[in-house]
């Protein structure tokens, strides 16, 4: 099945800096998902990306799929501390089928 | 907002013995998921339901997991012979039909094997 790559693993950041967190695959992609996860709560569902170069943007969270559909980044303006939490990538074969998660990048805020 | 629920949040048991998770989907939801994330971990795929059968299931989803949709509402996944490597926190998901890009995830059930 489909594998994804997600870096890094943990990011430290300052209030007010930003955060990216990148997914790659060996494997050109049909879609990508990015969830978020709060400490201690369940991965809730951020964007799907579909098209190839795609960029979409919700607030200060801008999502990116790559030219090759084998990568994707969530970028994060001027982090808050809302913003704490795990951010996965994901990917499904589509249809019924089940998604395969990156491992995450956790984001730390420090104020 | 609709949401997924599920019961119970935390559940600790004896190596050995069988638990029953449950999960409610959101109602006009066709599909549902399995889903587990050992403490600090990736979340992982166990399986996929649809039409009262399973669409699809991982590797993890072996001999001693079924599933089953009992009633027009709840959706269960039942480990048999529970081992310690079992403890993980489960999250059920479920979406609303096939071509729908949001699979909505549960609270989750912690399950502690000792």
């Known amino acids: 099945g489909q594998q994804v790559m997600q870096i890094p693993q943990y990011q430290h950041v300052q209030e007010g800096e930003d955060f990216t967190t990148y997914c790659n695959s060996s494997?050109?992609?049909?879609?990508i998902q990015w969830y978020k996860q709060r400490p201690g709560g369940h991965p809730v569902f951020l964007i799907q990306l579909v098209k190839s170069g795609e960029v979409k943007k919700q607030k200060r969270l801008t999502f990116q799929f790559g030219e090759a559909k084998k990568n994707s980044s969530l970028h994060i303006t001027a982090t808050q501390t809302t913003d704490v939490g795990t951010y996965f990538c994901?990917?499904?074969?589509?249809?019924?089928?089940?998604?395969?998660f990156g491992k995450g990048t956790h984001l730390i805020i420090q104020p | 907002e609709p949401e997924v629920t599920q019961t119970p949040s935390h559940q600790v048991t004896q190596m050995g013995q069988e638990v029953i998770l449950r999960c409610v989907p959101i109602?006009?939801?066709?599909?549902f998921y399995w889903y587990r994330q050992i403490l600090g971990q990736k979340v992982e795929f166990l399986v996929s339901?649809?039409?009262?059968?399973?669409?699809?299931k991982s590797e993890i989803f072996d001999d001693q997991f079924s599933v089953e949709r009992p009633d027009g509402s709840n959706f269960t996944l039942k480990i048999r012979s529970t081992k310690l490597e079992d403890s993980a926190m489960y999250f059920c998901?479920?979406?609303?039909?096939?071509?729908?890009?949001?699979?909505?995830f549960g609270p989750g059930t912690r399950l502690t094997v000792l």
């Open positions: 994901a990917v499904t074969g589509g249809g019924a089928d089940g998604l395969t």
């Open positions: 109602s006009n939801h066709l599909y």
């Open positions: 494997t050109t992609l049909s879609n």
């Open positions: 339901f649809y039409n009262n059968e399973i669409s699809e």
């Open positions: 998901a479920s979406k609303l039909a096939l071509d729908a890009d949001t699979q909505y």
